[in-house]
């Protein structure tokens, strides 16, 4: 018999302010679950906690990344996570300890436990590089393709019957 997802997948990627790891994790992840044929199942967005990008579009290196990978960021724009996220998404993935502080601000806590930091799939309590500060965005797409593989895994695992 083969396997039946038990519904649409709802993951919101979230970092400070959506313009470098949360948008790089989203398209990345969207590009993964599309090679896989896999789309139709999945409901993904981004957004930051602060609104100091707001409507800013993604930040250069984070774009050159995904372009030498051959995938398109085009026409995205920064957004603000909201309190009404927690009840629209089944995941909410921070790409730091201050993003899972501040989500958890913005939600009022995490009584579903839907807030994760990504690299808790690759069972690491390290923060995804932060290329804002350091500039080295290929540090932050190693974590981001590990995490993003690792957690595209676990969702798998636990949503199919």
Known sequence: MAKQFNN????????????????????????LVEKRGLS?????????????EL???????TREKLRQAGISCEGHRAK?????????????????????KNMKRIT????????YKLLEFVHSDR?????WYTGDFDSTWEDVSKGCQALLEYVLE????
């Open 8 to 31: 649409n997948i709802k993951i919101l990627f979230v970092c400070h302010g959506n313009i470098c790891r949360s948008t790089m994790a989203y398209y990345y992840f969207k590009d």
């Open 40 to 52: 139709s199942l999945f409901h993904l967005d981004s957004a930051g906690t602060s609104s100091e």
């Open 55 to 61: 409507g800013n579009p993604v930040h250069r290196g």
């Open 80 to 100: 603000q996570m909201k309190k009404s996220d927690y009840n629209a998404f089944d995941y909410l993935i921070g790409m730091d300890h201050w993003n899972i």
């Open 108 to 115: 009022g806590g995490d009584p579903g436990h839907k807030i």
């Open 127 to 131: 923060d995804v590089a932060d290329p």
């Open 158 to 161: 636990h949503n199919v019957s």
